[in-house]
């Protein structure tokens, strides 16, 4: 089973803003308001911070803030069935695996979710949606990237996601209504019984690479956190040296000649193959970005989305079979601000991504905020123009 969430992508930004800037309904206007919390939502927790890079970790996560979190989501379900029939509408990047929504409805019964894989077109079919009156998606997704058109436009709906139960220390990287529910990052992947792969691009020049190294032409997020650290110029030259060189080869399929070893380092995000020969790493200057999910200000079943959201981001029972069990093991790795704990018991592909990840942000990596999206979606832009132009 392949339950890929990979939602960093972000070629198709500009496009999805014009589109945006064209758009227009009134199904905003006539959507109900931003849920109120169930009862006293006040906990009085205090997070056990500590900091993992640009994330705040709250180790005391699951004994002091999730009692309050799972009693909403346990109001919110109440609610939730009896909106729109039950009915719970989740577009993303790929669509859910019906082993999923099968782990959902084993605690939700009554809701009914039906989905599409939209990958980067999810923005604009969200936009077309709203704009032709059509129902829409329920749920939003995405990094601070790819949801830049969403959010620049207001799609995303108001909620104070602390009033249920959310610590504000989650809430720092993006707006307030985007609730962090994993990461994602750049990492060389790499076939360790065919080479040894360096610690960063600028390695990647010398002799021994030339022809070893694999990118997607819908990747230039890759550069990204070059660029955040070294600047444009250096990385646009960067892009162009391996390109020239022979180094870096533009590949549609990067997995297959990964694992025979034909060309042994894929500059990717996270490994979504088995094959135990198979490594990933961070390197020098890669990026780490959060991913979100929240209610659509279009949503037809907001309790639905605000309860999904929670769920998939946060329910230590779906956590642990994602951390443990290989049939959900390339869904993305768990938000960092969760308890150690929680990466500890990892297994597998899960294991091998959520090590490479985690020491990635120790190791300093750049990360995605609100403050610097446009200079990563400037730099996203200049990496993809040197790729692929």
């Known amino acids: ?77 109440e609610q939730a069935k009896e909106t729109d029939g039950g009915r719970l509408v989740v577009w993303d990047w790929y669509e859910l695996a019906p082993e999923v929504i099968a ?21 604009s079919a969200v936009i077309s949606a709203e704009a032709t009156g059509g129902r829409n998606t329920d749920v939003l997704s995405g990094s601070l990237l790819s949801a830049a058109a969403m959010t620049d436009e207001g799609y995303w709906d ?26 994602n990052g750049s990492l060389m992947q790499v076939n360790t019984d065919r080479i040894e792969a360096p610690a960063s691009l600028d390695d990647l020049l010398a002799p021994e ?67 135990p020969s198979l490594a990933a790493q961070p390197f020098e200057h890669s990026g780490v970005f959060a991913q979100f999910s929240g209610v659509n200000v279009d949503a037809a079943n907001k309790p639905g989305a605000m309860l999904w959201a929670l769920w998939n981001a946060y329910d230590p029972t779906w956590l642990e079979l994602r951390m443990t069990d290989e049939r959900f093991a390339t869904t993305q790795v768990p938000y960092p601000g969760l308890p150690s704990s929680l990466f500890e018991q990892a ?19 750049e990360t995605e905020t609100e403050a610097t999206r446009d200079e990563w979606i400037a730099l996203t832009n200049a990496a993809d123009a040197a790729l692929n132009g």
Do not use: H
């Not at 409805?105 to 999810?122: C, K, V």
């Open 1 to 77: 089973m392949n339950v890929r969430t990979f939602r960093g992508g972000t070629v198709a930004l500009a496009a999805a803003g014009m589109l945006l800037l064209s758009s227009c309904s009134s199904s905003r206007e006539e959507a109900p308001a931003a849920l109120e919390p169930a009862g006293d939502a006040t906990t009085g927790a205090t997070c056990d911070a500590v900091e993992i890079g640009a994330f705040t970790r709250c180790e005391n996560f699951y004994e002091d803030f999730w009692p309050e979190i799972d009693r909403q989501m346990d109001a919110l379900y």
């Open 347 to 365: 297994t597998g592909l899960m294991k091998t991504n959520a090590e490479a990840l985690l020491q990635s942000i120790e190791d300093g990596a």
């Open 103 to 123: 782990e959902f409805n084993a605690r939700y019964p009554d809701i009914e979710i039906e989905t599409r894989g939209l990958t980067y077109n999810l923005p």
């Open 158 to 183: 108001e909620v104070d996601w602390t009033q249920f139960g959310v610590p504000e220390e989650f809430l720092q990287l993006g707006a307030p209504e985007m609730l962090p529910d994993s990461m």
């Open 209 to 275: 690479f030339e022809g070893k190294v694999s990118i997607a032409n819908y990747n230039p997020i890759v550069f990204s956190g070059y660029g955040m650290a070294e600047g444009e110029d250096a990385m646009v030259e960067l892009i162009g040296e391996l390109k020239s060189t022979g180094s870096l080869q533009v590949l549609e399929d990067q997995n297959s000649p990964l694992s025979s070893g034909d060309v042994p380092i894929a500059l990717n995000q996270t490994l979504f193959n088995p094959n």
